[in-house]
């Protein structure tokens, strides 16, 4: 969800402004991905490194996603979103806490879309507190502590990197950089996205069947 404060600067408007308008678009992402049947979406709202974020920025975050989840709960509940958040609690005000919580609680019967907040997250510290919780460490005991795979990764802004982000899950991910900021991200911008991810190529390190063929009529 990068490219709030740009777009809040380049208005002459505080960067709160520009997270607020960012909220906006996650209302309106959330409604094109459930009606494009995207079954997961997870949305980074709050890295573990935003901390260090002037103090009434943090506030300002911490109060839009306490307002988002107050707000929103009954609507997901009669649209079938289930919310979930990921990342770190212990850290978050009570009153934020207690919004996860009835969020959570609340919507845990959606079966359309599951909505993951990723707050206070960080995907390094993700990967080590799952291998600390399973018993057995394996790729597939990890696989299922953390959570599943990334099919698609969309980064506004014009940014082009992970910023710790789900680094295990997305191991396999299909990247999409958009240039547009956040707050300009619509619907049509995520169909276009889902459109492009379909009509990707996806191996996972294989060789596509068209190929093996070619090459056994080679070899005959
Ligand atoms: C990145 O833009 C955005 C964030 C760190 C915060 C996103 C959070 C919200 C929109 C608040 C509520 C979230 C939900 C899910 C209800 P940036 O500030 O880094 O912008 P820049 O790249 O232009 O500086």
Same mark, same amino acid.
């Given at each position: 969800m990068d490219g709030n404060g740009r777009w809040a600067l380049a208005r002459g408007l505080p960067r709160v402004a520009g997270h607020r308008a960012g909220v906006e678009t996650v209302g309106r992402v959330v *409604?094109?991905? &459930?009606a494009a049947g995207v079954g997961?979406? #997870?949305?980074?709202? =709050? &890295?573990?490194? +935003?901390?260090?974020?002037?103090?009434e920025e943090v506030q300002a975050l911490m109060r839009l996603l306490a307002d988002y989840l107050q707000r929103e709960t009954g609507r997901s509940?009669? +649209?079938?979103?289930?919310?979930? @958040?990921?990342?770190?609690?212990?850290? !978050?005000?009570?009153?934020?806490? $207690?919004?996860? *919580?009835?969020?959570? &609680? $609340? @919507?845990? &019967?959606? #079966?359309?879309?599951?909505?993951?907040?990723?707050?206070?997250?960080?995907?390094r510290d993700a990967i080590l507190a799952a291998a600390r919780r399973v018993a057995n460490l394996s790729r597939e005991s990890l696989e299922d502590a953390l959570g599943p795979p990334v099919d698609l990764l969309i980064r506004t802004g014009g940014e082009r990197r992970l910023s710790d982000f !789900?680094?295990?899950?997305?191991?396999?991910a299909e990247l999409i950089f958009?240039?547009?900021?956040?707050?300009?991200?619509? $619907? *049509?911008?995520?169909?276009?996205?889902?459109?492009?991810?379909?009509?990707?190529?996806?191996? =996972?390190g294989a060789v596509p069947p068209t190929a093996v063929r070619r090459q056994e009529a080679w070899l005959d």
């Open positions: *409604e094109a991905a &459930s997961i979406l #997870t949305l980074f709202a =709050f &890295s573990s490194d +935003n901390w260090r974020r002037p103090r509940v009669a +649209n079938g979103v289930r919310i979930e @958040t990921i990342g770190r609690r212990d850290r !978050l005000d009570a009153e934020l806490r $207690a919004a996860i *919580e009835r969020a959570e &609680s $609340a @919507t845990a &019967s959606g #079966t359309r879309l599951r909505l993951r907040i990723a707050v206070d997250y960080s995907g !789900l680094l295990w899950e997305c191991a396999y958009s240039r547009r900021m956040w707050p300009d991200f619509g $619907a *049509e911008d995520l169909l276009g996205a889902v459109r492009e991810f379909r009509g990707r190529d996806r191996r =996972f």
